[in-house]
């Protein structure tokens, strides 16, 4: 067995020569590290004779976003690899198929989709995705029922909860996301254009009740395995196709989460026309298309976990007491509202931001739209617990805009 190092291009070949009869022998392999994400090395192998390639994920043992003096657990890459399995069982051909895992190198190997470009690449150009809520819908509702209390039997489901403790990544969440924005803290990153809009989140109360009543959900509520990071990043897709990609944040916490990371990142692409929608129209018909993209995510979500509740419920009383499942549907938006807000906010005051609105290279614009992302993450976490229907999210989006 090898003893964990970083790969280098030439080893990560080697590996690849030793996975079955995946490539031909003798194979010329190409290889690239094409990692542009905050954590891992990824290398892309290819045989352009055969056609045939590959993805290999490593995990360092550090946050390549910050560096060595950050270290990281690497047992990472076998809840990303174990994640990947059991979403490939309950959401088929939505996540990347895993060939081969390797728990000394931290290593999974995993299938090429570069004939799907990065979601928020591909909103930044303008790309609807007209599959997408359909396909994000299914893997949620799936991944989450069949992983909660509703949907799989409740002891094997605590030793599932065991075998997805992952506290440092969810130590990430915890600082950069519910703590870090709301004070004064070394990690936070912002324009010295908006430190008025971040000194007023430091000493917002009211809105610090509702940041710690989520962080306490976060904390606390083990509803069902999470995908834990799934923003627009962490989605591969073509007009036609979804892959979900990167569940190395996966554990057992508030289904909101994984809901309100999909609404946020949206949102912050529907910020980021301020400057990526060449005019008024165009820009007015991209957020028009991103918002229905939010309402057809939540409408299909809720349709799909409740008929999975009527066909596959295994809890008693949970099957037979339809208030339940209205008060659980009711907060699960609630929920996916206020985390939504926590998300957005975290993109633009804390560590790591999002190219949406990063790359935006005209200052004003830029400043524009990170005001506007701040205006609605604040009010989705202001009014998280009084949500009553997915259109309220949409106004909150669509009234900010229009100021
Ligand atoms: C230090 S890691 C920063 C962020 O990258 C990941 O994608 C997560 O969103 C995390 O918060
Ligand atoms: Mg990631």
Known sequence: MTAYHPLTELEAVQIARTLGQ??????????????????????????????????????????????????????????????????????????????????????????????????????????????FADDISTFMARTLFFTSDLGMNQQDKKNLVKAFINPELCKITEDLIFDDPYTDSPNNSFAPAIRDAAEALWKDGELHLEVAILREKFLT??????????????????????????????????????????????????????????????????????????????????????????????????????AYKEYYMQRLLQDAAGFAGCKIVRRIVGLSHVIDIDRIPDAAAREKAQRLALAIGTALIRGNRRTQSIEEVVDIALSAAAK
């Open 221 to 322: 509520s083990a509803q069902a395995l999470l995908h834990g990071d799934l923003h627009t990043g962490s989605v591969f897709a073509t007009p036609a196709s979804t892959k979900v990609i990167d569940p190395e944040f996966a554990f057992y916490g508030p289904i909101g989460f994984d809901i309100g990371a999909v609404i946020a990142n949206l949102l912050l692409n529907f910020a980021g026309q301020e400057h990526w929608s060449e005019d008024a129209e165009k820009r007015s018909d991209f957020r028009r298309y991103l918002t229905d993209t939010i309402r057809d995510v939540w409408q299909l979500f809720d349709k799909k976990f409740r008929a999975l509740w009527e066909e596959s419920c295994i809890d008693r009383i949970a099957s037979e007491t339809p």
């Open 22 to 131: 995946f490539f031909p022998e003798g194979a010329d392999l190409q290889c690239r590290e094409i990692g542009d994400g905050n954590l891992n090395l990824v290398f892309h192998i290819a045989d352009a004779a055969s056609g045939k390639s590959l993805i290999m994920k490593q995990a360092l043992p550090y946050a390549k976003v910050v560096g060595e003096s950050w270290p990281l657990t690497l047992d990472r890459a076998r809840i990303e690899s174990e994640k990947l399995l059991l979403e490939g069982k309950l959401a088929p051909g939505l996540v990347p198929a895993v060939y081969h895992y390797d728990p000394a190198l931290a290593l999974t190997v995993m299938e090429d989709l570069s004939d799907h470009l990065i979601m928020r690449q591909g909103l930044i150009a303008g790309t609807r995705y007209p599959k």
